[in-house]
């Protein structure tokens, strides 16, 4: 076999394991404890009282253990392509990998059961931070191949290193969280207002600038969108950022008002409300999956104009929990679900999604349960009218989310487990002729 296709061979198998890692940490860490927390809030009809240690144990469990290893998995394989950089040892790959994935469990099983956790608690966050520095290593000191023209960042890339260096700070940011938590806390989390504060950092500092990058570099093609205003994609991620120091520093109702700004500049500037100029291609996909990619940016603007009510009238945590989840799960997750299942199956090992129908009612079932969540959780949590009546909603909503993210999940691990498309495409090929065959002897 060629060097050069070895070397793909080994970069999709290390991808893959990325991606599978991160779909396992979606499942059971992420998806199925927020299912159980949200059951046990609805069954004592109040927030308060939960264990903000379970709490947190899912929220980092989907940020970082599903997104975040996400992330890391396409960077591996996308950056070293993309950039023209050179080829990257794929023993890299797997060294951060083989770090980061047990500083994510560690993490997780601390807060969850307790065990050691004045220890485990740092321990975790060193781990991932070693297995992120080595993806950053990897991609930030790899220079152009000598006589390889050099050609100027486009700002796609600009925003996905911005992006980049905001996981870095979030993760340096939960390296001093939890560390102040395994000296002062009672139990395994960080304190409340610490948290809280925190989470504008991983969310609007590297995950929504992440999927801004992305979506500048990939929606032009897929959707058909006019190239995106590189100046002002740049200065909409100075506005989060802007607002992510803000939400650090306690001011709230500034950050959400600068928050705001910073989605309406980001969509204008990636053109996704204008008409497109060419046909989307929806090739291996279900045909709807522009309009999901709209979708989401609908729910981004919803989560930004919540974040504004919450800042300004929240008593209960539902308004915050609302805009938490119109961001991470209408806007972050849909979008994994539309883009992940785009081109997923094509980086681990040039495949083709196995059901473009479950791709759409995955889709579907995370809107339905999203709205059900973001629309019943305010009035639910901060005793609105007829709050008794949304409070049996949140069960359900919860229930069809999980249901769509199985729906996903399952259908990106039957499309790994199928064989490459050429391969497929070989083996009707061979068993075409193998039928002519037997059809001349007879
Ligand atoms: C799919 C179904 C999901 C369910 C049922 C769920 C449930 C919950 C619940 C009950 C809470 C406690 C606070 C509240 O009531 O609002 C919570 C908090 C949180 N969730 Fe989710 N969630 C889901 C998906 C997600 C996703 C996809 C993400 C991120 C990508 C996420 C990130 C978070 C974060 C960051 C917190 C706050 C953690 C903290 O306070 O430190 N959730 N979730």
């Not at 991932?128 to 700002?155: D, M, Y």
């Not at 504008?200 to 992305?214: D, E, I, K, N, R």
């Not at 199928?418 to 007879?442: D, F, G, W």
């Amino acid at each position: 076999m060629p060097a050069g296709v070895e070397h793909e061979r080994r970069l999709q198998h290390a991808v893959m394991a990325w991606i599978v890692t991160g779909l396992i940490f979606m499942l059971l860490p992420g998806t199925f404890l927020g299912v159980w927390n949200l059951v046990s809030i609805s069954s004592r009809r109040q927030l308060e009282g939960l264990s903000a240690a379970w709490v947190q144990a899912h929220g980092h469990a989907q940020i970082y253990g599903w997104i975040g290893t996400f992330i890391l998995g396409i960077g591996f394989y996308s950056l070293s392509k993309m950039g023209n950089l050179p080829r990257f040892a794929v023993r890299r790959a797997w060294l951060s990998w083989a770090l980061w994935t047990p500083g994510v469990v560690l993490r997780w099983t601390a807060n969850i059961t307790g065990f050691a956790w004045r220890m485990a608690l740092p321990l975790s966050a060193l781990l991932e931070l070693a297995g992120f520095l080595v993806f950053f290593a990897t991609v930030s000191g790899h220079k152009a191949e000598s006589g390889a023209v050099r050609k100027p960042r486009e700002p796609w890339m600009l925003v996905v290193v911005g992006a980049t260096c905001g996981f870095l700070l979030a993760l340096l940011a939960n390296l001093y969280a939890v560390s102040r938590a395994a000296f002062e806390s009672q139990t395994p989390a960080i304190a409340h207002v610490l948290d809280q504060r925190l989470l504008a950092l991983p969310v609007w500092g590297f995950l929504v600038p992440t999927v801004w990058g992305f979506n500048a570099r990939w929606l032009p093609v897929f959707l058909g969108l006019r190239a995106p205003n590189g100046r002002q994609i740049l200065a909409a991620l100075a506005l989060a950022w802007a607002a992510v120091v803000l939400a650090l520093n306690g001011l709230a109702l500034f950050s959400a008002t600068l928050l705001l700004a910073a989605v309406a500049l980001a969509s204008f500037a990636l053109h996704i409300f204008h008409r497109p100029e060419r046909p989307a291609k929806t090739t291996g996909v279900h045909p709807s999956f522009p309009w999901f990619v709209r979708i989401a940016w609908f729910w981004l603007a919803a989560a930004a104009g919540l974040t504004l009510w919450a800042a300004a009238a929240d008593r209960a945590g539902g308004i915050w929990g609302a805009s938490r989840h119109a961001v991470t799960v209408g806007f972050l997750a849909a979008m994994v679900f539309a883009v992940g299942q785009r081109v997923l199956p094509a980086f681990c090992g040039a495949r083709v999604l196995f059901s473009p129908r479950a791709m759409f009612a995955s889709l579907l079932l995370l809107n339905l349960g999203c709205a059900l969540r973001v629309g019943s959780e305010i009035p639910a949590y901060e005793g609105f009218a007829h709050a008794q009546f949304f409070w049996h909603i949140l069960p359900v909503s919860a229930v069809t989310e999980l249901t769509a993210v199985a729906l996903f999940a399952a259908n990106l691990l039957v499309t790994f487990c199928r064989p490459p498309a050429h391969l497929a495409l070989h083996r009707i090929a061979h068993s075409v002729r193998e039928m002519q065959v037997v059809e001349t002897n007879q």
